[in-house]
């Protein structure tokens, strides 16, 4: 089955509103030509700044987080009724980071997931091994349960519009990468565990993204894994050069 591949930038805690705009304008005559899905996965305050400088071009915009509650008393978060009023596409949910450092766990991605999907907004949903856990043989079953667990009680049909992103934290920001067939072997678990959970044609519908110090230099050779349909770029993606570089991938 030939998928489109989707490439997202993940800017994390960088630019502001006035950078996020000036980047995306420089950025955008690089990039019309390609062909593949693109989006940069912004900051929340640059996110009117960003949809307003990427209007009616082919990049899109993802916010990092949101929350899985309409509104409330939760300091600090964000709704999917907000995000899905400023017309945000996309959203990152369960980064390693976030799990790591803002105490996410597989539930708290799960019910984050399930309320993306119901205002519409196409969740990019992380998992990922520490190099312990890899050294430990227990990667398979790790991973495997991540994704089980993020995309309980969805149907086939959220299931085919969702996208995937393995990030070995063993390589996010280290300058580490998986080889490729690493990287392909992990993607190759997972959608052989969504084809166990769902079925063979909700495997092949579903985008899986790499992303692990993915640049200039490696992505191609990523991306031309038959498992493995774009990547989550971290770095690389708040440099011009380098991410119309990864955008141009020819698939």
């Given at each position: 089955?030939?998928?489109?591949?989707?490439?997202a930038g993940n800017?994390?805690?960088n630019?502001?509103?006035d950078?996020a705009?000036?980047?995306?304008?420089?950025l955008?005559?690089?990039?019309?030509?390609?062909?593949n899905?693109l989006?940069?996965?912004?900051p929340?305050?640059?996110?009117p700044?960003?949809?307003?400088a990427?209007?009616?071009?082919?990049?899109?915009?993802a916010a990092?987080?949101?929350?899985?509650?309409?509104?409330g008393?939760?300091?600090?978060?964000?709704?999917?009724?907000?995000?899905?009023?400023?017309?945000?596409?996309y959203?990152?949910?369960?980064?390693?980071?976030?799990?790591?450092?803002f105490?996410?766990t597989?539930?708290?991605?799960?019910l984050?997931?399930?309320?993306?999907l119901?205002?519409?907004?196409?969740?990019?949903?992380c998992?990922?091994?520490?190099?312990e856990q890899?050294e430990?043989?227990?990667?398979?079953?790790?991973?495997?349960?991540?994704v089980?667990?993020a995309?309980?009680?969805?149907?086939?049909?959220?299931v085919?519009?969702?996208?995937?992103?393995?990030?070995?934290?063993?390589?996010?920001?280290?300058?580490?990468?998986a080889?490729?067939e690493?990287?392909?072997?992990?993607?190759t678990?997972?959608r052989?565990?969504?084809?166990?959970?769902?079925?063979?044609?909700?495997?092949?519908a579903?985008r899986i993204?790499?992303?692990?110090?993915v640049n200039?230099?490696n992505s191609?050779d990523?991306?031309s894994m038959?498992?493995?349909?774009?990547?989550?770029?971290?770095?690389?993606?708040l440099?011009?050069?380098?991410f119309?570089?990864?955008?141009g991938?020819?698939?």
């Amino acid at each position: 089955m030939k998928r489109t591949p989707i490439i997202a930038g993940n800017w994390k805690m960088n630019k502001t509103p006035d950078e996020a705009a000036a980047f995306i304008k420089e950025l955008l005559p690089e990039i019309k030509d390609s062909k593949n899905e693109l989006i940069a996965g912004v900051p929340f305050v640059c996110l009117p700044a960003a949809l307003e400088a990427a209007k009616g071009s082919n990049l899109k915009i993802a916010a990092q987080n949101m929350h899985w509650k309409e509104s409330g008393a939760y300091t600090g978060e964000v709704s999917g009724a907000m995000l899905k009023s400023m017309g945000v596409p996309y959203v990152i949910i369960g980064h390693s980071e976030r799990r790591e450092y803002f105490a996410e766990t597989d539930e708290t991605v799960n019910l984050k997931a399930k309320a993306a999907l119901s205002y519409g907004i196409t969740p990019i949903i992380c998992c990922g091994e520490t190099l312990e856990q890899r050294e430990a043989g227990i990667m398979e079953s790790w991973v495997s349960g991540q994704v089980k667990a993020a995309l309980q009680d969805l149907t086939k049909e959220q299931v085919k519009t969702i996208v995937i992103a393995y990030e070995p934290i063993w390589a996010i920001g280290t300058g580490r990468t998986a080889t490729n067939e690493q990287a392909n072997e992990v993607c190759t678990i997972i959608r052989n565990v969504v084809k166990d959970l769902y079925d063979e044609e909700t495997a092949e519908a579903l985008r899986i993204q790499y992303g692990g110090s993915v640049n200039a230099a490696n992505s191609a050779d990523l991306f031309s894994m038959d498992n493995i349909d774009g990547g989550l770029v971290g770095g690389a993606s708040l440099k011009v050069k380098d991410f119309s570089v990864i955008a141009g991938y020819e698939c």
